[in-house]
């Protein structure tokens, strides 16, 4: 694997959150990248994230008494300096060689919330003490739902005793979307690199018994179909009855990624989630599905406020975020941005895109006339027909 020295420090001409993919791209070789950038099949819907926000359109008011403002948010009772959280990214020592321990440690430092993946490439308690470290920020862990009940309360115990304030029940990815990208490239992790948190048990006695199941496992392959999808495959993917089982096995709340149907976000609110991602999972398990931001004004409808709902999927201005709160989110997650920077300059990098954003962020709503976030509404977008031009 190949990977440049991060930069020293930032240069000049990274002045926005996108210059930072130039300089990521240098840093890293054609497998790493191919599993960062790329998306599913012809990469539309990824591209369409981004033009959602493009076809929105600002509507200030001016002459209003901003002074005293802030972007300050509060969310299942802790407060955020801003409406910013870093999404789950997998395997992040791909990218910099301390992965998510960096981006941990400067979530912490500046308050902001962090996403662990389930697929992290380090372990959900190594993350926590990186997060104290920078001043005990909050974090939320990201679960895949895995195959054998046990591992998936093994994973659950572990990030409640490590101090998680949520769970991220990811279920719009029970299998890897068609990555063209990743498939020309030949990804494949290298040595030293794997989902940590799902290393079997090294006692011989567990180790055993993971054995004696996986190959009761793969029997039970064998006596199946013929379709590797639909015979093998999405017998792990989630339902509602284990939404349902997720809710009573921990204290902690859930919150459901991959929401991107009104009907769905209401039934998981009914069953008892305590939050909604609306998501297509940054374009990267299902080409041409709509923009999270086109979906979201439906799902902040159905919902009517009973719960949070955090937007994920192209955020790269401080503009983006406020337009998206405007359509009815309490807050934005970051995925790609935030890894760019930490390919390229490492924490400093983090730490200048999350800046980036929250300064920006509150230049939009002063220039717009708005003091708090909570004022943020469809009043401050612009209904121009010329912009609503279908992907």
């Known amino acids: 694997m190949f990977m440049a020295p991060p930069l020293d420090g930032i240069p000049r001409d990274i002045a926005a959150v996108a210059d930072y ?51 300050r948010t509060t969310l299942f009772g802790r407060e955020y300096p801003c409406p910013i959280l870093l999404a789950p990214v997998a395997w992040q020592k791909l990218f910099h060689p301390d992965g998510e321990l960096a981006a941990a440690y400067t979530a912490a430092v500046l308050g902001v919330g962090m ?80 989902a940590v948190n799902l290393r079997r048990p090294q006692d011989p006695k567990d180790h055993q018994g993971f054995a004696l199941r996986e190959r009761s496992l793969a029997e039970k392959r064998k006596r199946r179909g013929p379709s590797n999808v639909f015979d093998d495959l999405m017998h792990c993917a989630p339902t509602w009855k284990d939404l349902d089982w997720l809710l009573a096995a921990t204290r902690l709340p859930v919150i459901v990624k991959g929401i991107l149907h009104p009907d769905d976000a209401l039934r998981a609110v009914d069953m008892g989630a305590a939050g909604i991602v609306v998501s297509n999972h940054g374009g990267r398990t299902l080409d041409t599905l709509p923009a999270s931001l086109d979906v ?96």
């Open 115 to 194: 996403v662990l993946s389930t697929l992290a490439s380090s372990s959900l308690e190594e993350v926590a003490a990186a997060a104290q470290q920078g001043g005990n920020g909050p974090r939320w862990f990201q679960l895949y739902l895995q195959p054998e009940r046990a591992l998936n309360e093994d994973l659950i115990r572990r990030a409640e005793a490590a101090g998680y304030e949520a769970i991220v029940f990811t279920v719009d990815a029970p299998l890897n979307g068609i990555r063209n990208r990743e498939q020309r490239a030949g990804f494949q992790l290298p040595p030293g690199i794997e």
């Open 21 to 71: 993919a130039a300089y990521a791209r240098r840093r890293l070789d054609d497998n790493a990248w191919a599993y960062l950038d790329g998306a599913a099949g012809d990469e539309l819907t990824r591209a369409w994230n981004r033009a959602a926000f493009d076809r929105r359109v600002l509507l200030p008011r001016v002459m209003a008494d901003v002074v005293g403002g802030h972007c």
């Open 296 to 391: 979201l004004p439906a799902i902040a409808d159905r919902l009517l406020g009973r719960v949070p709902i955090l937007l994920d999927g192209g955020i790269q201005r401080g503009s983006d975020i406020f337009k998206a709160i405007a359509l009815g989110a309490s807050a934005v997650l970051i995925g790609r941005p935030y890894i760019h920077a930490l390919a390229a300059a490492g924490p400093l990098g983090v730490a200048h895109v999350i800046r980036l954003l929250h300064d920006e962020l509150e230049a939009t709503m002063a220039l717009c006339g708005v003091a708090r976030l909570e004022q943020i509404s469809t009043a401050y977008l612009y209904d121009n027909p010329t912009r609503r031009t279908e992907p």
